[in-house]
C-alpha cells in the first residue's frame, strides 16, 4: 500500500472472532468489519475497551456479511461518534438489520438481568448499546451491488466479490491510492448446498484472509454421522435438539434434513424451527430464492421441496416455543443460537437435557469458552456434527 497509509488489526487477530480492520491514508480511515468478541469473559470484556481511533474520526466502515462478530460492534461505534456511510451487499443490509436489532435486545436483557441480580459493576446495570444505537446504526446501512467498482471516499474505492459463506457475504477489494487490498472477510466453502463457490479475485497487494482453518483441512460433511443420531434418538422416543446459528445455518440445516428425509435415510418427523431471528432470516432467503439472487445455486427454487422437510413447522411465538420445552413426541427442534450462548435453546436444553432419550446435536465451529465448545470432543476446532446425550456425552 502506500507510504502513508496503515493498517490496523482491532480484532481477529489470535482469535476467530470481534473482526476489525482499520485502513488509514493518514487523510481518510475505513474500517472493515466491525464485529463483536464472542466466547470466553476475556475476550467479551474487550468489547468495552475503547478503540485505538477515535469513531468520530471513521470516515466509512465496510461490512463483509451479516454476522455478529463482524458487524455486531456497528451500534457501538455508532453511539460514540461514527455517522459515515456502512457500505455492505442489499442481502447483508437486510440481514444486518435482523442481527444487530436482536443483538442490542439481548444486550438489554442481560442488563435487566444484572440489574436484578445485583451483580453489575454499574449502577444501574448498562448495556453495551440499546436499541436506539442499532437503529442509528442499521440507518447507516448503505447497499451496494456486487461487482460493481464505486468509489466510497476520497481516493478509496470499493468493489464487493461473492464470498460464498452465507447469503450477501462477499470479500472487499479496496483500491487505496493505486493499491489494491484485499480482506475476505469469511470465505464459504465450495459445497455450499445453497450458495454457489466464491468468486475469485482480482490480483491484490495486500491480502488479509481468514485462518480459521488454516492449519487444518475441512472435515467433510458426514450425513452418516448426522442421519445415525437422528435416527436412534427418533427410534428411541427422543426429541432431537440443534442448537443453529439463524443467519445461514438454519436454512442450510432445513435443507440437510429435506435430503436425508427424501432419501429415506431419517424418519419423518415434525421439524420445528424455534428462533424468531431465524424465522425472519428465513424470509430474507425465501425472497433472495424468489428473486433469483445471483450468488445462489440455480437448482434452488421455491417450487422445490429441496429446502424444507416434508412437516416443518415454524414456532415464533413464546407460548409455542415453551410447548416445545415438553413436546411430548419425538420431533427435530432448530433453535439458536448456535453455540448455546443464549436464546431459546437454553430452555429447551435445560428441559430436554435431563431426558437420556433426547440428544444435542452441534452443526458447527463452537468458539473456545461458549457451552458449545465446552460440549464439543474438541472444543478448539470444528465439527461438522457432534451428537452428544446424558447417556453417551460427546458421542460421535
Request: glycine share 8%; with cysteine.
Amino acid at each position: 500500500m502506500h507510504d502513508r497509509t496503515s493498517l490496523t488489526f482491532m480484532g481477529a487477530a489470535r482469535t476467530v472472532t470481534g473482526s476489525k480492520f482499520l485502513v488509514d491514508t493518514g487523510d481518510v480511515r475505513v474500517m472493515v468489519d466491525c464485529g463483536l468478541f464472542q466466547g470466553e469473559r476475556v475476550l467479551r470484556r474487550r468489547n468495552w475497551e475503547p478503540l485505538s481511533v477515535d469513531p468520530a474520526k471513521v470516515d466509512a466502515v465496510v461490512l463483509t456479511h451479516a454476522h455478529l462478530d463482524h458487524t455486531g460492534y456497528l451500534p457501538l461505534l455508532v453511539r460514540n461518534g461514527f455517522t459515515g456511510p456502512a457500505y455492505c451487499t442489499p442481502a447483508t443490509a437486510e440481514l444486518a438489520a435482523i442481527v444487530l436489532r436482536d443483538s442490542a435486545h439481548i444486550a438489554e436483557s442481560d442488563a435487566a438481568h444484572a440489574q436484578a441480580g445485583g451483580y453489575s459493576k454499574h449502577e444501574p446495570a448498562l448495556a453495551l448499546y440499546d436499541s436506539g444505537d442499532a437503529e442509528k446504526a442499521i440507518d447507516l446501512l448503505t447497499p451496494v451491488e456486487p461487482d460493481l467498482p464505486i468509489n466510497i471516499v476520497d481516493a478509496v474505492g470499493l468493489e464487493l466479490r461473492s464470498a460464498g459463506h452465507v447469503l450477501g457475504s462477499a470479500y472487499a477489494e479496496l483500491d487505496v491510492g493505486g493499491s489494491r487490498l484485499l480482506v475476505s472477510g469469511d470465505v464459504g466453502r465450495q459445497g455450499h448446498p445453497l450458495l454457489l463457490p466464491p468468486k475469485p479475485p482480482h490480483d491484490a497487494d495486500t491480502v488479509v484472509v481468514e485462518s480459521t482453518y488454516g492449519d487444518r483441512q475441512h472435515e467433510p460433511d458426514n450425513d452418516d454421522l448426522l442421519a445415525g443420531a437422528i435416527t436412534r434418538t427418533i427410534k428411541r422416543g427422543g426429541v432431537v435438539l440443534m442448537p443453529a446459528f439463524a443467519v445461514d445455518r438454519t436454512f442450510v440445516l432445513l435443507m440437510i434434513l429435506a435430503r436425508l428425509e427424501t432419501e429415506g435415510r431419517i424418519p419423518s418427523v415434525p421439524v420445528y424451527v424455534d428462533s424468531p431471528m431465524a424465522l425472519r432470516a428465513l424470509d430474507v432467503y425465501k425472497k433472495a430464492i424468489a428473486g433469483h439472487d445471483p450468488q445462489l445455486r440455480p437448482e434452488v427454487t421455491l417450487s422445490s421441496t429441496a429446502y424444507r422437510p416434508t412437516r416443518l413447522q415454524l414456532a415464533p411465538s413464546i407460548e409455542e416455543a415453551e410447548k416445545l420445552n415438553r413436546p411430548g413426541k419425538p420431533c427435530i427442534i432448530v433453535s439458536a443460537s448456535g453455540m448455546a450462548t443464549g436464546g431459546r435453546v437454553l430452555h429447551h436444553l435445560r428441559h430436554q437435557l435431563p431426558n437420556s432419550r433426547n440428544s444435542v446435536i452441534l452443526t458447527g465451529f463452537q468458539v473456545p469458552g461458549t457451552r458449545g465448545a465446552h460440549w464439543s470432543t474438541e472444543p478448539s476446532r470444528s465439527r461438522s456434527t457432534a451428537a452428544t446425550s446424558p447417556s453417551a456425552p460427546r458421542s460421535m
